[in-house]
Every structure is written in C-alpha cells, then in structure tokens.
C-alpha cells in the first residue's frame, strides 16, 4: 500500500513541475515578441544667415582722375560707371582708375558783331576806364567784308576741326548779328572753366602794306595776373602754327594789359590777329574759303599742342 502511494505522490509531483516549465517558457517567449518602444529626440537645427557685410565707398575729387574704394567683403562685384575699373575679390582697399574722358573745352570767340555795341563796360573789375562793348571791327580795304563775317566763317571751321578731335567747343556766339560785350564773353571761358578761351580777329592799319599775323596776350598785371604766363605759352605755340601752316608772316606774341576780355578772364586766353583787312593782298586771302581753311588747320593744330592733346 505504501508503495502504491509513493508511486502516486511522485506521478503528481511530476505533473506539477511539468506545469511550472511551460508557464516559464511562456512567459520568456512573450516578453521577446514584445517590440520595443524607443523615443526619439528632435533637435533644433539652426541655420545661420550669412553676414552681409557695407561697402564703404570713398571718392576722392581730382578731375575725375582717381576713385577710392574700400572693399570689405569676398567676391563683391562692383557696378561702375563709365570709364571705372570692376574690382573684384577680398582687398582692404582698391585704387580705381578713371581714365580721362579726353576731353578738353575750348572756348572760340568770333570777334566783333554788325554795328558793334555802343555800350560802355569797365575795362577791368576794379578799374575807373569804361570802354564801349564793341568797336564794329574792320572792313577789307577791297573786298569790303566786314571782319566779323570773317571771323565767324573761320571759327565755325575750328570748331570742326577741334571737335573732330575730341575736344569740347562752346562758340561765346553762334548768332552772326550778335555783338555781345567783352565781358559777357569773357563769362563764358569762366563759367564753362575752359581749358582756353581763343579770340578770333582780323587785323588792320593805315599802312596797306602792314601784313601778318600777330598773338595777343595778357600781360601779367592786376587781375590777369595768374593767367597771363599759361596764356603767353598757349599763344607763342598757335601762333608758330598758324604761321607754319599758311605761310606767312610771324609778327610775333604782343602782351597787353588794356583789353577787357583779358581782365575779366579767369582763364587761359589769347586773341589770335589773323592778317591785316587793311592790306589788299591779305584781303584777298581772308575772304577765301580754302585759305580760312588752312587758318583753322593751323590753329587747331596749335591748340592740341598747347594743350597736349
């Protein structure tokens, strides 16, 4: 009997242990079918705006000649204006070049007007001597042209020429019946700060047999002062080319210190006596289109000398 119940007791033992193996194995196989949950963390990206540097720009004044500018900045491409040089690049500073625009003014002052001009002005700013605007000029002793007829044909082809090579003319006056003051001519060197201001005339005497040309400048005296020794070397260079250029007779650079268009300039001036009206052969030839071409010629050709062109 004893042995009937150990036998029993060890069959329910068995059973029992048998029970707790499976309920382990299961709890295992469960926890490993379970997926696991991970969190993930955002983060910030920050993107950061690159930094937009200033430009400082400096100019410096001098005949539009030299520009400054500073560059602060990597591979900033400057826009110009016309003439300027595109810098490029990281410097510290730039020397930017502008190239002279070539141009020069000249201003041409055909002499004299139809009638003249009764009116009187001051001989100079400080001066007591009033003169009459303008005497009428001369008349050709055959041709009986009036000089500033003459004067006005030339000028006009000057100023061809002048512009023809670069420069900037402004005419103290493009109307032939015009006879404006000295002075008022002389305020248009001055306004326009011209490189030259030319005055064109004929020349004349009682003798018929006076002949040439002649370069009258300011003497250096009052007012003329700063502007008489440029305008003595201006006028001595046309004057030997004129003379080269047509052929005829030098009568040389005659400074003076009475002429109101001269002591109102602020500017290189001359006054250029293209030959004498008064003389029957020269009367001849300042009244012929192709010898005032060859005066044109011959002052232009001085003037981009003088003037270095």
Request: with cysteine.
């Amino acid at each position: 009997m004893k042995k009937i119940i150990s036998i029993v007791l060890v069959f329910i033992m068995g059973m029992f242990l048998v029970g707790c193996g499976n309920g382990e194995s299961n709890s295992i196989q469960l926890t490993k079918d379970k997926k696991e949950t991970k969190t993930i963390e955002s983060k910030t990206v920050e993107t950061k705006t690159p930094e937009i540097k200033t430009i400082e720009t400096k100019t410096i004044e001098n005949d539009g000649k030299v520009y400054k500018e500073k560059i602060e900045d990597e591979n900033i491409e400057k826009s110009t204006t016309e003439g300027e040089v595109i810098v490029e690049g990281n410097e510290e500073e730039k020397i930017i070049e502008k190239p002279a625009n070539g141009k020069k003014t000249v201003v041409i002052d055909p002499g004299h007007g139809p009638g003249g001009n009764s009116e009187k002005e001051a001989q100079s700013p400080d001066s007591g001597v009033m003169k009459i605007k303008d005497g009428g000029g001369a008349d050709g002793i055959n041709s009986k042209t009036p000089e500033y007829v003459i004067t006005m044909n030339v000028s006009l082809k000057l100023k061809s020429l002048l512009e023809a090579n670069g420069i900037n003319v402004i005419m103290t006056k493009e109307d032939i019946n015009l006879a404006p003051g000295n002075i008022e001519r002389a305020e248009v060197g001055n306004n326009n700060n011209a490189d030259l201001a030319i005055r064109i005339h004929c020349d004349s005497a009682d003798a018929t047999s006076a002949k040439g040309a002649s370069m009258l400048v300011p003497a250096p005296v009052g007012y003329a002062t700063d502007i008489a020794g440029i305008s003595r070397t201006y006028g001595e260079i046309i004057l030997n080319s004129l003379v080269a250029n047509v052929g005829m007779y030098n009568r040389g650079v005659i400074e003076r210190s009475d002429l109101t268009g001269f002591n109102w300039s602020k500017v290189p001036v001359v006054l250029i006596e293209m030959g004498f009206l008064s003389n029957p052969e020269e009367d001849s030839l300042l009244n012929d289109s192709s010898y005032q071409e060859k005066i044109a010629q011959g002052l232009c050709n001085g003037i981009l000398e003088a003037l270095d062109y």
